[in-house]
């Protein structure tokens, strides 16, 4: 005999799976905040700091040197030598001062910028600076006759862009979608190796898509999974002792997680992907996206096979004697019906109409991954819809007459019922089509041949 466990037992028991959640959402927050990620002010700053801080410490150790500063100034150095400058991630210039206080370009290590006019107001040993390309930490060191000069680039700032010139940032990791640079002190500071401030970090708006790493989102997804698994293990516990609590606790569990998944990032921030970009796919505030269309058409067949499956485990009818009760129970029951096949329909013809996606199959070389996509979203709300029709069926059949055109007859004026209340909605004639199909797809499937 099967042990009855309490539900603080069966909590206990499982709890392992939310303990791996919660770690993976961990090791997701340590990659993005302290490894490789820009999902904070704080970690970016650091990161620009860090690089610049490199750069700065590394043209000291040049500029520190005078015999090699010689040999640049007189060209007398080799290529392994000039490659080796030329590798750096900072420009390196050398120039020497004549008696009218002008200045003599001696070595560049690139032509794509000269700091020429602003060599004699770098009073400073390192500041700030915009050129004509983009955004520069100048860091200046003198010995003698000849002055160094490193600039160390920090953003590009083309006038015009395209695919080889763009406006980022030089460490890269798409910073420039989510800040920008402030010279008036808003923001994360930016300080020299000597403390002094260069410039601000500036997050832009509250609207700005943070981008995380890889890794860490393929975590956090691996934890929202983790999570709907020991749902359906509580869901499955409850339905166990009561059918309708364990279906209410999965209806409203999934649908509380959707709708914070919509406002907040969880598991992810969706919006980085391009899956979720409205551009491809985008009808209303729910499915605004096709990867939005995806999640919402899986959780949707979820549900559905777990209901169909304890339904009919559990033997659940609608124990109904009173006349009144068991007529609205199977008009409440249709309407569910014709309600889920007009809100299929409308999806259908929506994920066709308001995208970009191809469905031509015969023109095979048309398809992208984007068609394979939808063609899995299709085939979720088909199977859903499939399910929920005979869940609906079987629950209204023993309250109807054996004749199925009383069925038929009730579908039809219920239907045309609610098709007079949307008269002046467009798609109305669209609905009427779906309704025409709808009483075909009742009459095959309380066929006994074709029930399956």
């Excluded at 590798?87 to 290590?109: G, I, P, Q």
């Excluded at 890269?172 to 403390?195: F, H, K, W």
């Amino acid at each position: 005999m099967q042990r009855e466990y309490s539900f603080k037992q069966f909590f206990l028991r499982n709890s392992y799976i939310l303990v791996t959640a919660a770690w993976l959402v961990t090791i997701s927050f340590i990659i993005d905040n302290y490894l490789v990620g820009n999902s904070s002010p704080t970690t970016v700053a650091k990161k620009v700091n860090a690089f610049i801080a490199r750069q700065e410490n590394d043209f000291d150790d040049v500029a520190a040197d005078s015999t090699f500063l010689k040999k640049l100034a007189n060209h007398t150095y080799d290529d392994e030598e000039l490659q080796q400058v030329i590798a750096k991630k900072y420009f390196l210039f050398l120039y020497s001062k004549t008696e009218a206080d002008n200045f003599n370009l001696l070595f560049w290590s690139t032509q794509v910028v000269d700091p020429l006019g602003y060599v004699s107001v770098m009073k400073a040993k390192s500041g700030f600076i915009q050129l004509s390309n983009g955004y520069y930490v100048w860091r200046k060191n003198v010995f003698n006759d000849l002055t160094a000069i490193a600039l160390i680039p920090v953003k590009w700032n083309y006038s015009i862009t395209n695919d080889y010139l763009k406006n980022s940032f030089t460490i890269g990791d798409n910073i420039e979608n989510a800040y920008l640079i402030n010279q008036e002190g808003r923001g994360m500071a930016i300080n020299s190796t000597e403390g002094d401030m260069l410039f601000s970090l500036e997050p832009k708006s509250v609207d700005t898509v943070i981008e995380n790493n890889i890794v860490a989102s393929i975590f956090r997804i691996l934890a929202g999974f983790c999570v709907l698994i020991f749902v359906q293990f509580i869901a499955t516990y409850l339905v166990q002792k009561d059918f309708y609590n364990g279906v209410a606790f999965l209806i409203l569990t999934t649908i509380a997680l959707r709708i914070l998944s919509y406002y907040f990032p969880i598991p992810v921030n969706f919006r980085q992907f391009e899956l979720f970009d409205p551009a491809v796919y985008g009808s209303n505030i729910i499915l605004r996206s096709l990867g939005d269309l995806l999640i919402n058409a899986m959780l949707f067949l979820w549900i559905v096979l777990f209901i169909r499956f304890y339904i009919q485990e559990k033997n659940v009818t609608i124990p109904v004697k009173h006349l009144a009760i068991r007529s609205l129970s199977v008009l409440t029951g249709l309407f569910l019906l014709i309600l889920t096949t007009f809100l299929c329909g409308h999806i259908f013809q929506s994920v066709v109409a308001d995208s970009k996606i191809s469905f031509d199959v015969i023109n095979f070389y048309t398809l992208t991954v984007y068609s394979v996509i939808g063609f899995v979203v299709l085939s979720c709300i088909a199977v859903g819809y499939f399910f929920i029709t005979q869940i609906i069926i079987y629950l209204l059949q023993p309250l109807l007459p054996k004749n199925i055109m009383v069925l038929v007859l009730i579908v039809t004026v219920t239907g045309l019922a609610v098709l007079t209340f949307r008269i002046n909605v467009q798609g109305t004639v669209f609905e009427l089509y779906l309704l025409i199909w709808l009483l075909g797809y009742l009459l095959l499937l309380n066929n006994k041949y074709l029930f399956l």
